[in-house]
């Protein structure tokens, strides 16, 4: 098996973050593990329950458009995107695979809102059932990209300001 170096991110008091979840049910016995490793890890980053929002959608076709009503509430600072796509005998993996990347990465240069990506593509379910870690590193991407975004704005607020007290 090949070795995969992880990032290796400090956790941050994130109470102030609202994250919204949209969980695929096909499949759900996959996605209901990546979103135990989801709530561990905004337990972690001290992320309260009355900031979260986890809507159920049937399949992973359907995400992007939650994902969209979401970042449109302009109420996120992120969002997590979980599912389990197992390949098949037809081209329709391929498919979804496609709709559910191309639909997400939409969302996230569409609204500037991070969108972590827990969708598992895999081979076969037994590969699925060793991944729900992927729920977690999804979400700390997220909370960590939030971060940086938030950590821009105020900075551009700081120089903005500085310039206007010049005149």
Known sequence: MQKVLKANFKSFDAKKYRVGIVVAQFNRDVTE?????????????????????ICPVAGSVEMPVVLKAFAETGKYDCLVALGAVI?????????????????????????????????????????????FHVGGEAVEAALQTARTIKGIKVNEREEIEKILKKY
């Open 33 to 53: 593990g990546l979103l135990k490793s989801v709530e561990k890890k905004l337990a972690e980053y001290r992320v309260p329950k009355k900031n979260i929002t």
């Open 87 to 131: 390949r098949g005998d037809t081209a329709h993996f391929d498919y979804v695979c496609k709709i559910v990347s191309e639909g997400i990465l939409r969302v996230m240069m569409d609204y500037g809102v991070p969108v972590g990506f827990g969708v598992l593509t895999m081979e076969n379910k037994e590969q699925a059932l060793v991944r």
